[in-house]
Nanobody, 117 residues
Framework: QVQLVESGGGLVQSGGSLRLSCAASRSILSINSMGWYRQAPGKQRELVARMTRGGDTNYAGFVKDRFTISRDNANNTVHLRMNNLKPEDTAVYYC???????????WGQGTQVTVSS
């Protein structure tokens, strides 16, 4: 099993930056992939960015070089650096982990990001 705890959300003005963190309860190198998703009110949850155990990354098109996913192996933490935030980035951001051996998917509780115009 994996427990995920997100932090770093908040209120920021348009054009501002935030860094989200996701702390895992086990070594992130034992997790096949970790990522960030977001869900805005009335919308479906969508992928923001993912990173595989091998370090490969992929981003949603709307990220457009504004967001960067990274990891801190020593502290079992994955980060999402978000720059040039826009009001449409307002959503609850969720951390996600996939264990391929069991096909199990885990979610954190989410952290609210609000971008004011």
């Amino acid at each position: 099993q994996v427990q995920l705890v997100e932090s770093g959300g908040g209120l920021v003005q348009s054009g501002g930056s935030l860094r989200l963190s996701c702390a895992a309860s086990r070594s992130i190198l034992s997790i096949n992939s970790m990522g960030w998703y977001r869900q805005a009110p009335g919308k479906q949850r969508e992928l923001v960015a993912r990173m595989t155990r091998g370090g490969d990354t992929n981003y949603a098109g709307f990220v457009k070089d504004r967001f960067t996913i990274s990891r801190d192996n020593a502290n079992n933490t994955v980060h999402l650096r978000m720059n040039n935030l826009k009001p449409e980035d307002t959503a609850v951001y969720y951390c996600n982990a996939l264990l391929a051996s069991t096909l199990a998917v885990y979610w954190g509780q989410g952290t609210q990001v609000t971008v004011s115009s």
